[in-house]
């Protein structure tokens, strides 16, 4: 865990987590290759701007990231964080620094095992930015487990879906793959599969009540690439559709880029 190439400090440390203003990008990373890695960068930047009004030298943070990754190339979750360890609690609003916090952790072997889920209503604050304020996200994850679920499915009051605590869904019905037309976090892996997949992909509302009618569902992050969801709320879904695996299939054949 280094921050802006140095080890990071106690104080700094300390920062992140009693202040908890900041955003990040998680991405896995093999042998040194990113899928979507400009897609990663490109949101890094633009997330600078909102939170903190400023620019990101991409090129700088490459070589951050290179410094961390292990010499055998095993594949790795690396999560760039930016935040500034001199920004107060009170003053939000003075100029801010930010630097790059630069961790890592072992990726989980894939496929993933289906993934079982509870709705819960709940909408994050700046639903476009990945930002670091995950506590509300986290408990709603929370109350899921403890009711047997693996995760949690976000709705509006009104029923339609938006997305999972940490990662999109999308369901699959007559052929096609549908994302939840709602105000959320596009993902970069729902991003790269909309792009490979072209008009075999559509956006539209989605509610709880349309579930029993759906022929599968998945849930997509970097880390996990396409993951089968088994369960929603008390609606059954099928571990395995011909559309997971050409999912699986497409993702997988998207060219990863050098860091």
């Not at 190439?5 to 700094?12: E, K, L, N, R, S």
């Not at 939170?51 to 999560?79: C, K, M, Q, S, Y």
């Not at 699959?172 to 892996?189: C, D, F, S």
Request: hydrophobic share 40%.
């Amino acid at each position: 865990m280094e921050l802006n190439g140095d080890p990071i400090t106690q104080y700094q440390l300390a920062a992140l987590g009693l202040v908890g203003y900041g955003h990040f990008t998680s991405m896995r990373v093999e042998h040194g290759a990113v899928r979507g890695l400009s897609q990663h960068l490109d949101r890094l930047t633009r997330d600078c701007r909102t939170v903190f009004g400023t620019d990101l030298d991409t090129g700088h943070l490459r070589a951050l990231i290179r410094r961390v990754l292990p010499e055998n190339g095993a594949p790795v979750i690396v999560r760039v964080t930016l935040f500034d360890p001199d920004l107060p609690l009170g003053r939000p609003g003075d100029t801010a620094a930010p630097q790059p916090l630069i961790s890592w952790r072992a990726a989980p072997e894939l496929p993933s095992r289906p993934l079982s889920l509870r709705s819960a209503v709940y909408s994050r604050d700046l639903p476009h930015t990945k930002h670091i304020g995950l506590f509300g996200a986290l408990h709603q994850r929370r109350l899921a487990q403890q009711d047997g679920a693996d995760d949690v499915l976000f709705t509006n009051p009104d029923g339609t879906i938006t997305k999972i605590a940490t990662s999109n869904i999308g369901v699959i019905t007559g052929g096609r793959l549908i994302w939840p037309q709602a105000e959320v976090l596009a993902g970069i892996t729902m991003r790269l599969l909309s792009q490979t997949l072209g008009d075999d992909v559509i956006t539209k509302p989605i509610t709880l009540a349309e579930l029993p009618a759906i022929d599968a569902a998945v849930a997509t992050n970097a880390a996990v690439g396409v993951r089968a969801i088994s369960r929603i709320d008390d609606v059954e879904l099928p571990d395995h559709h011909p559309l997971i695996d050409q999912l699986r299939t497409e993702y997988e054949a998207i060219p990863a880029q050098r860091i």
